[in-house]
Nanobody, 127 residues
Framework: EVQLVESGGGLVQAGGSLRLACVAS????????IGWFRQAPGKEREAVGC????????YYGESVKGRFTISSDNAKNTVYLQMNSLKPEDTAVYYC????????????????????WGQGTQVTVSS
C-alpha cells in the first residue's frame, strides 16, 4: 500500500521556522519525485516546491523562494520541507505528493503531475 505521511506541523510565531517531514512507503522511493503543496481555507491549492529523486533539481513557488528549502534522505525514504522566516500568510495545510520522476521539470509544480498524496499537516503562523 502506498503511503505518504506528513509530520512536523504546528503553531509558530511569525519569523520562526518549522521543518516538515514526508515519509514514503509502499513504492520505490528512488523512482519518484516529491512535491509539497499547501491549501489555506477558502483558497486554491498552491505549489510550494518539488524535488527530483536524485535531488539535483528543485523548483519552488514564487511566494516561498528564498525562505523554504526541500531536502531528501533517500536512506530514510523521507523528504523534508524546511520553512524559515514564516509569515501569517503561510498558514495552511501542507501536503506532500509523489509522482514518477521520469519527465520531472518545472511543470512538476503542477498538482496533476502527482499520483499519490498524503493526508496533510497543519501549519499555523501567528502574527
Amino acid at each position: 500500500e502506498v503511503q505518504l505521511v506528513e509530520s512536523g506541523g504546528g503553531l509558530v510565531q511569525a519569523g520562526g521556522s518549522l521543518r516538515l517531514a514526508c515519509v514514503a512507503s509502499g513504492f520505490r522511493f528512488d523512482d519518484y519525485a516529491i512535491g509539497w503543496f499547501r491549501q489555506a481555507p477558502g483558497k486554491e491549492r498552491e505549489a510550494v516546491g518539488c524535488i527530483s529523486s536524485g535531488y539535483e533539481r528543485q523548483y519552488y513557488g514564487e511566494s516561498v523562494k528564498g525562505r523554504f528549502t526541500i531536502s531528501s534522505d533517500n536512506a530514510k525514504n523521507t523528504v523534508y520541507l524546511q520553512m524559515n522566516s514564516l509569515k501569517p500568510e503561510d498558514t495552511a495545510v501542507y501536503y506532500c505528493a509523489a509522482g514518477d520522476n521520469y519527465g520531472f521539470g518545472s511543470w512538476s509544480l503542477g498538482a496533476k503531475y502527482y499520483d499519490y498524496w498524503g493526508q496533510g499537516t497543519q501549519v499555523t503562523v501567528s502574527s
